[in-house]
């Protein structure tokens, strides 16, 4: 009923800056909230930047990283300026959606898109 389709992503070198999209189609009434989660290998999957009621970000990537939000679009983008190299991961975005009016919220996953950062 709704996919989430990223782009962005790639190799970028530390210090660098890289910027992933996010857009969500199919039957939509309302997006509480879309954000961004990562995957680093050998680690669980963990919350990078959401915007929704409020805007929340993971401590590491605060004051380098800023989400955003068109609501026209459906769309979400996340800006990561000053990348390290424990940026590096495979990044999610999410979505947390209401097809029709009185349905509850469902979650949504795109398919994910790495990001390396090295030199």
């Known amino acids: 009923q709704v996919q989430l389709v990223e782009s962005g992503g790639g190799l970028v070198q530390p210090e660098g800056s890289l910027s992933l999209s996010c857009a969500a189609s199919g039957t939509i009434f309302n997006i509480n909230a879309m954000g961004w989660y990562r995957q680093a290998p050998g680690k669980q999957r963990e919350l990078v930047a959401a915007s929704g009621a409020q805007t929340i970000y993971a401590d590491s990537v605060k004051g380098r990283f800023t989400i955003s939000r068109d609501n026209a679009k459906n769309t979400v983008t996340l800006r990561m300026n000053s990348l390290k190299p424990e940026d590096t991961a495979v990044y999610y975005c999410?979505?947390?959606?209401?097809?029709?009016?009185?349905?509850?919220?469902?979650?949504?996953w795109g398919q994910g898109t790495q990001v390396t950062v090295s030199s």
């Open positions: 999410h979505a947390v959606i209401i097809h029709a009016y009185g349905m509850a919220p469902r979650v949504y």
